[in-house]
């Protein structure tokens, strides 16, 4: 018995709420990404290697605008304006005229557009890195511990802007080209819809939404030009956890790959941490290839 | 191969060699250590092209392979005394051969994108653990060794030179070369090319097609391993940095420059990728990516079948 | 036998049309019309090329040599999402509908276009519904929960909501029951009436005599008999020599 009520003060259970919470934080960040990289693979079968470099100069932008504005709130909107112009403007010049060859090109293409956005960054910005002040510092008690009101707007903006996503997916007129476009290219065509810009517009939404994550996130470290890089590797082992193609399977995936990670940051460093990522997807490869979050395994 | 191609084809590969060996006589110290350094990169595009060239599989796992021969060289080397040369590269060989059959073994189930995603994944797995795991693999600093002497056992024992470095890794890659275009031309080849043509096929006609699959990739990763060795022991240090998975990408950009399915193609990549990189670093400094990277988009748009391709139709013409 | 010069010209034409799959020659040398309001048959036994003949005229498909006309317009190289626009609607073989859109969702994929006011849209609404009661039952339900004839209607009146001049019809028939049958032979007629042409692929032959005003026939990717549908009978030996019924 004493053993028992031991080992139940032994967890510590403030730590595991704040990386409870931590967890969540990162784990919409992901989200936000990975939403943007299947929605892009799975309507037109591009990985977007560049994706993590979108998220980098979204960031880079809203050092820009705020620089420039002072304000936090239009520097979220325009970085996510002006990355959504670059992604479409990339689409179009890079990705178009490779639609119908073998999806190994895309991965090449867009991992040189990757090589070329970091380096671009490196130039201009220099390697030392920015800072993005957030709107408001301030924390609020949680038992005997401070935590920031920031991170929650984070997780909060995050699921919002995932969330009004999914309902103009769902009810907007053009929510349902995309649907169509998604599920038969050919015949979306064959009833109007202009399939080539349906893709330019998906890809420069997941770019928007890659751009708003970094300008989100930017206040928590800081922004320099290889900061997409850790984020793509965890997307795509999201991605392949959460099923690819399922922008549910990718949210539940981020959410519970970035919880464990968390956890498992009470005990062991974060560099190594990320080895949790690394054992849910070798997991999962062995037992449920077609996802976790897949309900039936094809 | 017809009689007069085939003649052909030995004339220019001789004339080849013969300049390559010649090489470290003519050239000065920078170049040379140059030319040695594409013969080496030069092998691991070639290791590369066997899976995305015959047998139709996209990988960036490279890295991992090309970096555990190199730790594994450094392993040989740092463990027993006195430095052993061929106890490095078999230390090598077996730690690529050992991860290569791990990657195999899970992402050769899947297909296409998935796969290349997967090798991506698992060659970062690598790059963390040898980041991290300080006490073994000396994390971020690596490993620095000194460089075993040329011996043959009972023969001679005799420290490497400039030159006879060169001609070391010369031979070993020529030597690769001519294994690798055997197996390709071997029954063997011709089933992971009809892999790469139909898999259905392949497998409808009674292949067990992921057996095959898994041998190309140990046989691909074997060898990738052997230039991480000849890395190692020409630069006499192992780093992480070419574990990261931006190694596994350049190694496919050689690949798709030089012209994938064609053994030289990729070594013809390399050189290419190289040289542009060293000419541009002159007038661009660091960013000589930015114009490297945009002639590498150029290229997978406009020239997909790589220089190589683009040479042969031109040629036909 | 030729076909009768006519003095206006025809909604939709081809001439000459070759297309290949790859390197496979598909079609070798189409040539074919239909009027404003007609319908007209194309028969022929399988692989002979009648779908890609639809394909190419929809614009899915481009073809290497010769041209398709829209009301005396060449249309050959425009992409498939203007065509659909400019009046041409397509219901292909294994009807295609979007399983995971609603049957509501997937007729407004036809709706959705620019100058339809919303008033409009909902009479084409009312219309299919009134055309296909079944649909408006079903109408919050996904496009692959319904039947095979339910699909077929839905694939039916989804082209209907582009207002379209011409209706391509691939093997509406197949795999359905008498009961169905009779129903797309209803709204064949129904179509027809309200003056939309209807170019109807078939494997049904007495369906595809009964409905139609002419009749093609095709055999290795190229018209080999066109006649008034009046002109041919059940039996007559043109029918067995090039479909072996």
């Given at each position: 018995m004493?053993?028992?009520?031991?080992?139940?003060?032994?967890?510590p259970?403030?730590?595991?709420?704040?990386?409870t919470l931590?967890?969540?934080?990162?784990?919409?960040i992901?989200?936000?990404?990975?939403?943007?990289l299947?929605l892009?693979?799975?309507?037109?079968d591009?990985v977007?290697?560049?994706?993590?470099?979108?998220?980098?100069?979204g960031a880079?932008?809203?050092?820009v605008?705020?620089?420039a504005?002072?304000?936090?709130w239009?520097?979220l909107?325009l970085a996510?304006l002006?990355v959504?112009l670059?992604g479409?403007?990339?689409?179009?010049?890079?990705?178009?005229?490779l639609?119908?060859r073998?999806?190994?090109?895309?991965?090449?293409?867009?991992f040189?557009?990757s090589?070329v956005?970091?380096?671009?960054?490196?130039?201009?910005?220099?390697?030392?890195?920015?800072?993005?002040q957030e709107?408001?510092?301030?924390?609020?008690t949680?038992?005997?511990?401070?935590?920031?009101?920031?991170r929650?707007l984070?997780a909060v903006?995050?699921a919002?802007i995932?969330?009004?996503f999914w309902?103009f997916?769902?009810?907007g007129?053009?929510g349902?080209?995309?649907r169509?476009?998604t599920?038969?290219r050919?015949?979306a065509?064959?009833m109007?819809?202009?399939?080539?810009w349906v893709?330019?517009?998906?890809?420069?939404?997941?770019a928007g939404?890659?751009?708003?994550?970094?300008v989100?996130f930017?206040?928590?470290?800081?922004?320099?030009?290889a900061?997409g890089?850790d984020?793509i590797?965890?997307?795509?082992?999201?991605?392949?956890v959460?099923?690819m193609?399922?922008?549910?399977?990718?949210?539940?995936a981020s959410?519970f790959?970035?919880?464990l990670?968390?956890?498992a940051?009470?005990?062991?460093?974060?560099?190594q941490?990320?080895i949790?990522?690394?054992?849910v997807?070798?997991?999962t490869?062995l037992f449920?290839p077609t996802?976790?979050?897949?309900?039936?395994?094809k | 191969?017809?009689?007069?191609?085939?003649?052909v084809?030995?004339?220019?590969?001789?004339?080849?060699?013969?300049?390559?060996?010649?090489a470290p006589l003519?050239?000065?110290?920078?170049?040379?250590?140059?030319v040695?350094?594409?013969?080496?990169w030069?092998?691991?595009?070639?290791s590369?092209?066997?899976?995305i060239g015959y047998?139709?599989?996209?990988?960036?796992?490279?890295?991992a392979f090309?970096?555990?021969?190199?730790?594994?060289?450094a392993?040989?080397l740092?463990?027993v005394?006195?430095?052993?040369?061929?106890?490095?590269?078999?230390?090598?060989?077996?730690?690529?051969?050992?991860i290569?059959l791990f990657?195999?073994?899970?992402?050769?189930r899947l297909r296409?994108i998935?796969?290349?995603i997967?090798?991506?994944?698992?060659?970062?797995i690598?790059?963390?653990i040898i980041?991290?795991?300080?006490?073994?693999?000396g994390?971020?600093?690596g490993l620095?060794?000194?460089r075993?002497p040329?011996?043959f056992p009972?023969?001679?024992?005799?420290?490497?030179t400039?030159?006879?470095l060169?001609?070391f890794?010369?031979?070993?890659?020529?030597a690769?070369?001519?294994?690798?275009?055997?197996?390709?031309?071997?029954?063997?080849g011709?089933v992971?090319?009809s892999i790469?043509e139909?898999?259905?096929?392949?497998r409808?006609?009674?292949?067990?097609?992921e057996?095959y699959?898994?041998?190309?990739?140990?046989?691909?990763?074997?060898?990738?391993g052997l230039?991480g060795v000849?890395y190692?022991i020409?630069?006499?240090?192992a780093a992480p940095?070419f574990?990261?998975?931006?190694?596994s990408?350049?190694?496919?950009i050689?690949?798709v420059i030089?012209?994938?399915?064609?053994l030289?193609?990729?070594i013809?990549g390399?050189?290419?990728f190289?040289?542009?990189r060293?000419?541009f670093s002159r007038?661009?400094?660091?960013?000589?990516?930015?114009?490297?990277?945009?002639?590498?988009i150029?290229?997978?748009i406009?020239m997909?079948?790589g220089?190589l391709?683009?040479?042969?139709?031109?040629l036909?013409q | 036998?030729?076909?009768?010069p006519?003095?206006?010209?025809?909604?939709v034409?081809?001439?000459d049309?070759?297309?290949?799959?790859?390197?496979s020659?598909?079609?070798h040398g189409?040539s074919l019309h239909?009027?404003?309001?007609e319908?007209?048959?194309?028969l022929g036994?399988?692989?002979?090329g009648?779908s890609?003949?639809?394909k190419?005229?929809m614009g899915?498909v481009?073809?290497?040599?010769?041209?398709?006309?829209l009301?005396g317009?060449p249309?050959?190289s425009?992409p498939?999402?203007?065509l659909?626009?400019?009046?041409?609607?397509y219901?292909?073989?294994?009807?295609?509908i979007f399983?995971?859109?609603?049957?509501?969702?997937n007729?407004?994929?036809?709706?959705?276009?620019?100058?339809?006011?919303?008033a409009?849209k909902?009479?084409?609404?009312?219309k299919?519904?009134?055309?296909?009661?079944?649909l408006?039952?079903?109408?919050?339900q996904?496009g692959?929960t319904?039947?095979?004839?339910?699909?077929q209607?839905l694939?039916?009146?989804?082209a209907?909501m582009?207002e379209?001049?011409?209706?391509?019809?691939?093997?509406?028939?197949e795999?359905?029951?008498p009961r169905?049958v009779?129903?797309i032979?209803q709204i064949?007629d129904?179509?027809?009436?309200?003056g939309v042409?209807?170019?109807?692929?078939?494997?049904?032959v007495?369906?595809?005599?009964?409905?139609?005003q002419?009749?093609?026939?095709?055999e290795?990717g190229?018209?080999?008999?066109?006649?008034?549908?009046?002109?041919?009978?059940l039996?007559?030996?043109v029918?067995?020599?090039y479909?072996g019924?």
């Amino acid at each position: 018995m004493s053993s028992v009520l031991g080992i139940l003060q032994a967890i510590p259970y403030e730590e595991l709420l704040i990386q409870t919470l931590n967890g969540i934080v990162t784990g919409m960040i992901l989200a936000l990404i990975a939403s943007g990289l299947t929605l892009i693979f799975g309507i037109m079968d591009v990985v977007n290697f560049a994706h993590g470099e979108l998220f980098m100069f979204g960031a880079y932008m809203g050092v820009v605008v705020l620089a420039a504005t002072g304000n936090f709130w239009l520097a979220l909107v325009l970085a996510t304006l002006i990355v959504a112009l670059i992604g479409a403007a990339l689409q179009i010049t890079t990705l178009r005229p490779l639609l119908g060859r073998d999806p190994l090109t895309t991965i090449l293409a867009t991992f040189g557009i990757s090589l070329v956005l970091q380096n671009y960054a490196l130039w201009q910005f220099g390697p030392v890195a920015r800072k993005i002040q957030e709107p408001f510092t301030g924390q609020f008690t949680l038992f005997y511990l401070e935590y920031p009101w920031y991170r929650i707007l984070i997780a909060v903006l995050s699921a919002a802007i995932i969330g009004a996503f999914w309902l103009f997916l769902k009810y907007g007129t053009y929510g349902i080209w995309i649907r169509a476009t998604t599920q038969d290219r050919v015949m979306a065509e064959a009833m109007g819809i202009p399939v080539r810009w349906v893709h330019t517009a998906v890809f420069a939404i997941g770019a928007g939404m890659a751009a708003a994550s970094g300008v989100l996130f930017g206040p928590l470290v800081g922004v320099n030009h290889a900061m997409g890089v850790d984020w793509i590797l965890k997307a795509f082992i999201v991605v392949v956890v959460g099923g690819m193609g399922s922008l549910g399977g990718s949210i539940a995936a981020s959410i519970f790959i970035s919880l464990l990670e968390a956890y498992a940051s009470i005990w062991v460093s974060p560099a190594q941490a990320v080895i949790v990522s690394f054992v849910v997807l070798i997991l999962t490869l062995l037992f449920r290839p077609t996802g976790l979050f897949v309900p039936t395994p094809k | 191969m017809s009689k007069r191609s085939a003649t052909v084809y030995w004339t220019g590969f001789s004339v080849i060699l013969a300049l390559l060996i010649v090489a470290p006589l003519v050239l000065p110290e920078f170049w040379r250590r140059f030319v040695t350094e594409i013969l080496i990169w030069g092998l691991l595009a070639m290791s590369s092209d066997i899976l995305i060239g015959y047998t139709g599989m996209v990988s960036f796992g490279h890295s991992a392979f090309f970096g555990l021969g190199m730790y594994g060289a450094a392993a040989a080397l740092l463990m027993v005394k006195p430095p052993n040369l061929w106890l490095a590269i078999l230390y090598g060989l077996v730690g690529s051969a050992g991860i290569a059959l791990f990657v195999a073994y899970f992402s050769t189930r899947l297909r296409d994108i998935y796969f290349a995603i997967t090798t991506l994944i698992f060659s970062q797995i690598f790059y963390v653990i040898i980041f991290t795991w300080t006490e073994v693999t000396g994390g971020e600093n690596g490993l620095s060794f000194r460089r075993p002497p040329l011996e043959f056992p009972g023969l001679f024992s005799v420290p490497f030179t400039s030159e006879t470095l060169h001609w070391f890794v010369l031979a070993v890659v020529t030597a690769s070369y001519l294994i690798l275009r055997r197996i390709t031309q071997s029954p063997f080849g011709m089933v992971l090319q009809s892999i790469r043509e139909n898999e259905a096929r392949t497998r409808a006609i009674g292949y067990a097609v992921e057996r095959y699959k898994i041998v190309a990739v140990m046989l691909s990763g074997l060898f990738a391993g052997l230039a991480g060795v000849l890395y190692a022991i020409q630069n006499r240090f192992a780093a992480p940095d070419f574990v990261y998975f931006l190694v596994s990408g350049e190694t496919v950009i050689f690949n798709v420059i030089g012209g994938i399915g064609t053994l030289v193609g990729p070594i013809v990549g390399a050189a290419f990728f190289l040289l542009l990189r060293e000419a541009f670093s002159r007038f661009f400094t660091e960013f000589y990516l930015i114009p490297v990277g945009v002639i590498f988009i150029a290229m997978v748009i406009f020239m997909p079948q790589g220089l190589l391709g683009f040479m042969r139709r031109w040629l036909n013409q | 036998m030729s076909p009768d010069p006519k003095p206006m010209e025809p909604l939709v034409a081809v001439e000459d049309v070759h297309t290949y799959y790859g390197k496979s020659h598909i079609l070798h040398g189409v040539s074919l019309h239909v009027d404003r309001g007609e319908v007209v048959g194309l028969l022929g036994r399988n692989g002979v090329g009648k779908s890609t003949t639809l394909k190419t005229i929809m614009g899915l498909v481009h073809p290497n040599r010769g041209k398709v006309l829209l009301a005396g317009k060449p249309i050959t190289s425009l992409p498939a999402h203007k065509l659909a626009r400019l009046g041409i609607g397509y219901v292909p073989e294994d009807r295609r509908i979007f399983r995971l859109l609603t049957v509501m969702e997937n007729l407004r994929t036809g709706l959705d276009r620019h100058g339809v006011t919303e008033a409009r849209k909902q009479e084409l609404l009312d219309k299919a519904f009134a055309y296909f009661p079944v649909l408006a039952e079903r109408r919050n339900q996904a496009g692959g929960t319904l039947s095979g004839g339910e699909q077929q209607m839905l694939a039916i009146a989804r082209a209907m909501m582009l207002e379209p001049k011409i209706i391509l019809l691939d093997e509406p028939t197949e795999g359905l029951m008498p009961r169905m049958v009779w129903q797309i032979r209803q709204i064949i007629d129904v179509l027809h009436r309200e003056g939309v042409a209807i170019l109807l692929v078939e494997q049904n032959v007495p369906l595809t005599l009964e409905a139609s005003q002419r009749i093609y026939i095709m055999e290795k990717g190229a018209v080999r008999h066109h006649c008034p549908a009046s002109a041919l009978k059940l039996g007559d030996p043109v029918i067995h020599q090039y479909l072996g019924v």
